[in-house]
């Protein structure tokens, strides 16, 4: 079975890789935020161009939008509400709807907002 065989794939490994990127190098946030908008910016620019057999800057773009894409992803969801700083934090809790009222169990939705430190 061939590489191009399976699409799919070829879409995930550089988006895995992506991930697996920012696990292991940290803090390079804004070096890959702009080259996913350099990458973005020359698909859209290559999406004019009239032959479309082997485009080989689109798809080396398109392989760089995804790795940083991952990388983003995972710096994001690293930063997210759910890794609490070690020091003393004021978090809002506002319900934005009425409990449900079950036989045994209450159901809440929440909304979370950080405050400051």
Do not use: W
């Amino acid at each position: 079975m061939q590489f191009r065989e399976i699409p799919f794939l070829r879409l995930t490994v550089p988006l895995c890789a992506g991930v697996i990127m920012a696990e292991y190098l940290p803090g390079m946030t804004p070096v890959v935020a702009i080259m996913a908008v350099m990458a973005l910016a020359v698909m859209t620019l290559r999406l004019f161009r009239r032959s479309y057999l082997n485009d080989l800057i689109y798809g080396a773009t398109l392989m760089l939008f995804l790795v940083s894409s991952g990388y983003l992803d995972r710096t994001i969801e690293m930063q997210r509400l759910s890794d609490l700083d070690t020091g003393r934090q004021e978090i809002t809790i506002r319900l934005s709807d009425y409990p449900d009222r079950k036989q045994r169990i209450f159901c809440q939705r929440k909304d979370f907002n950080r405050g400051k430190n």
